[in-house]
């Protein structure tokens, strides 16, 4: 059998032989046997990939992330007048569905940073702090992917860390552009009207009062696209801003949150079992699920992909066939585990035919009668 390396560099070596036209061009054209197969093998792999324990390596870089990134956030709109607009938004669109402990632990930390005197400092060290912090979240679910798609990682580290840092800060502007729609408010509105002779947007304000949610999904889908997208070893075809896997981990964050901050609520005693350390255990159980989700959001889109390539009669029934960004490093690590083995089997040989059984009795024989 071969190894993921091999695997991943066959794959790379097949490029050229695959026919992408003979494949679905839209999830649409997906059928329905396709269809019904993707979401049983995505529930399927989701358990043999351990994405479980990925969720949890993800949970840890969340929570070196979440700081930073809100100190970036809240600085970067601070700047504009809206610090405090954007803390109190984010705390409201959080309270919507995350347990009351989650909201006391993250409270406080959020309320400091819009007090915080120092505001330009703190946007310096806030955006970079969140950008390398959070990249490693990035990464780390670029790893998460590359199991899923079962595909190495072959991107040189002079490659692969500047790509994450700029995914990370791609992705930091789209919650930013995220918090300044949630905060737009009328007085807002008003003062950008103010600003051009003439432009009457009174109108607008009460329509903006509702129309900003749908922009702040749209926003949402479009980040969980990017990471997708953007993370893993694995050139796909096409970037999907709104992909079936992405609107499903959307919908199902969304569900999962109240259903977990329900539970929490009404039959969840932490406070009680934990004490004062309730509040973050269920922070960490929180996390832990989200990331759950979009793990299996990206299961879905790779099963889709799988589908897409089933139907188009294109061998994909043990590996998805998509081809690596990169076999560079895949090489290098190829030929260092084959190294290691020669040196493994060369150990083998020359200590073939020896009775080390026989060699330690008669060390412990010699041992005894020193001893005397």
């Given at each position: 059998?071969?190894?993921?390396?091999?695997?991943?560099?066959?794959?790379?070596?097949?490029e050229k032989e695959l026919d992408e036209?003979?494949?679905?061009?839209?999830?649409?054209?997906?059928?329905?046997?396709?269809?019904?197969?993707?979401?049983?093998?995505?529930?399927?792999?989701?358990?043999?990939?351990?994405?479980?324990?990925?969720?949890?390596?993800?949970?840890?870089?969340?929570?070196?992330?979440?700081?930073?990134?809100?100190?970036?956030?809240?600085?970067?709109?601070?700047?504009?007048?809206?610090?405090?607009?954007?803390?109190?938004?984010?705390?409201?669109?959080?309270?919507?569905?995350?347990?009351?402990?989650?909201?006391?632990?993250?409270?406080?930390?959020?309320?400091?940073?819009?007090?915080?005197?120092?505001?330009?400092?703190?946007?310096?060290?806030?955006?970079?702090?969140?950008?390398?912090?959070?990249?490693?979240?990035?990464?780390?679910?670029?790893?998460?992917?590359?199991?899923?798609?079962?595909?190495?990682?072959?991107?040189?580290?002079?490659?692969?860390?500047?790509?994450?840092?700029?995914?990370?800060?791609?992705?930091?502007?789209?919650?930013?552009?995220?918090?300044?729609?949630?905060?737009?408010?009328?007085?807002v509105i008003n003062f950008i009207s103010?600003?051009?002779?003439?432009?009457?947007?009174?109108?607008?304000?009460?329509?903006?009062?509702?129309?900003?949610?749908?922009?702040?999904?749209?926003?949402?889908?479009?980040?969980?696209?990017?990471?997708?997208?953007?993370?893993?070893?694995?050139?796909?075809?096409?970037?999907?801003?709104?992909?079936?896997?992405?609107?499903?981990?959307?919908?199902?964050?969304?569900?999962?949150?109240?259903?977990?901050?329900?539970?929490?609520?009404?039959?969840?005693?932490?406070?009680?079992?934990?004490?004062?350390?309730?509040?973050?255990?269920?922070?960490?159980?929180?996390?832990?699920?989200?990331?759950?989700?979009?793990?299996?959001?990206?299961?879905?889109?790779?099963?889709?992909?799988?589908?897409?390539?089933?139907?188009?009669g294109i061998k994909a029934e043990e590996?998805?066939?998509?081809?690596?960004?990169?076999?560079?490093?895949?090489?290098?690590?190829?030929?260092?585990?084959?190294?290691?083995?020669?040196?493994?089997?060369?150990?083998?040989?020359?200590?073939?035919?020896?009775?080390?059984?026989?060699?330690?009795?008669?060390?412990?024989?010699?041992?005894?009668?020193?001893?005397?």
């Amino acid at each position: 059998m071969s190894s993921l390396e091999e695997q991943t560099i066959e794959r790379a070596q097949r490029e050229k032989e695959l026919d992408e036209s003979q494949k679905p061009s839209k999830v649409t054209q997906v059928n329905k046997p396709n269809w019904k197969y993707a979401f049983k093998r995505a529930i399927s792999e989701f358990l043999s990939d351990g994405c479980m324990d990925l969720a949890a390596a993800l949970t840890y870089f969340a929570v070196l992330s979440i700081f930073p990134g809100l100190l970036a956030i809240v600085s970067l709109l601070g700047v504009f007048g809206q610090g405090e607009q954007t803390a109190q938004a984010i705390l409201d669109l959080l309270a919507g569905f995350a347990p009351a402990d989650v909201m006391s632990l993250i409270e406080e930390p959020i309320t400091q940073l819009t007090s915080s005197s120092a505001a330009g400092l703190a946007l310096v060290t806030g955006l970079l702090g969140s950008l390398w912090t959070a990249s490693g979240y990035v990464g780390a679910f670029g790893r998460a992917l590359n199991r899923i798609y079962n595909v190495a990682e072959g991107r040189p580290i002079w490659v692969l860390r500047p790509l994450m840092l700029l995914v990370t800060a791609v992705l930091v502007l789209v919650v930013v552009l995220m918090m300044a729609v949630l905060v737009m408010s009328e007085g807002v509105i008003n003062f950008i009207s103010g600003l051009v002779p003439g432009l009457d947007l009174s109108g607008f304000a009460a329509v903006w009062a509702w129309l900003r949610y749908p922009v702040i999904l749209v926003l949402a889908v479009i980040l969980i696209a990017l990471l997708y997208y953007g993370t893993p070893n694995i050139k796909q075809p096409k970037l999907r801003w709104i992909s079936p896997g992405a609107l499903i981990a959307l919908i199902t964050m969304g569900i999962a949150g109240m259903g977990f901050s329900f539970y929490v609520a009404n039959f969840g005693n932490y406070n009680a079992t934990y004490g004062a350390i309730g509040g973050a255990i269920v922070g960490l159980l929180f996390l832990w699920i989200m990331n759950n989700v979009l793990l299996f959001g990206a299961e879905i889109d790779a099963e889709l992909e799988r589908s897409r390539e089933l139907q188009a009669g294109i061998k994909a029934e043990e590996d998805i066939q998509l081809p690596p960004r990169s076999d560079a490093q895949t090489q290098k690590v190829l030929e260092k585990k084959e190294k290691l083995v020669d040196e493994g089997r060369d150990l083998r040989l020359k200590n073939n035919g020896v009775d080390f059984s026989a060699m330690a009795d008669e060390k412990e024989n010699t041992s005894s009668k020193a001893a005397k």
